[in-house]
């Protein structure tokens, strides 16, 4: 069965500049997680999807950061204007609802 | 307020030395309890489920124990490669949230 898939798996942009992350979860999930990890801390989430619908995004910097799930499946993240504080570590995982919630690898984001 | 907190932060072992990691938590409502494994530059790896006090799970060198306020993963005899960051969370059973520890960071030295 194939996992979570992310992408790109590092980035380094300056600051005030955009990114965007790319997540497709495993096929059947209908909850899809955007979490951020600083190191030496857990994750912490930004926004959970169940299909396209937002669960909860009350931790996402709204002034900054937006989320979209098309169709129910693929979801992208994007940070415009980035600040040095964005860099870290985006987790993207996603879980049948109510179950364990699987990750990809994650995109390492430095902000220069 | 629903609260998560692993203790220690960090565990040095030599290999073969048993010892435990500790999840314990004020949540409400809760549905189930997971844990996980993290390695350096990797997203976490999922260990266990477990929905009820009194509850255990075993896989290898890992046992996990489930009471009311807290949640165990027993290492025995472990080895190197068992070295990683371990996390606990727990899914609310309000709202399927997540709420997640801090991590322990784990070392086995051979």
């Known amino acids: 069965e194939a996992g979570v898939a992310q992408s790109p798996r590092y980035k380094i942009i300056e600051k005030r500049q955009s990114v965007a992350f790319w997540c497709n979860p495993i096929?059947?999930?209908?909850?899809l997680y955007w979490y951020q990890q600083i190191l030496g801390q857990g994750p912490k989430l930004l926004i959970q999807?169940?299909?396209?619908?937002?669960?909860?995004d009350s931790q996402l910097p709204k002034d900054r950061f937006s989320a979209e799930r098309l169709k129910g499946v693929d979801s992208t993240l994007k940070i415009q204007p980035a600040k040095l504080e964005d860099s870290a570590v985006y987790l993207c995982a996603s879980s049948l609802w109510g179950a364990e919630a699987f990750f990809g690898q994650g995109t390492r984001l430095t902000v220069v | 307020e629903d609260q998560v907190t692993q203790s220690p932060e960090a565990l040095r072992l030599q290999e073969g030395e048993s010892s435990s990691l500790n999840c314990s938590y004020t949540v409400s409502g809760l549905r189930g309890l997971f844990w996980y494994r993290q390695d350096p530059g990797k997203g976490p790896e999922f260990l266990f489920t477990l929905y009820s006090a009194g509850e255990e799970k075993e896989k290898e060198r890992l046992k996990a124990t489930l009471t009311k306020k807290e949640s165990f993963l027993h290492i025995t005899a472990p080895k190197p490669e068992d070295s990683a960051t371990y996390l606990c969370?727990?899914?609310?059973?309000?709202?399927?949230?997540?709420?997640w520890g801090a991590g322990t960071k784990l070392i086995i030295k051979p």
């Open positions: 096929s059947g999930h209908a909850t």
């Open positions: 969370a727990f899914l609310m059973d309000s709202n399927y949230q997540l709420i």
């Open positions: 999807f169940q299909n396209n619908g937002v669960v909860d």
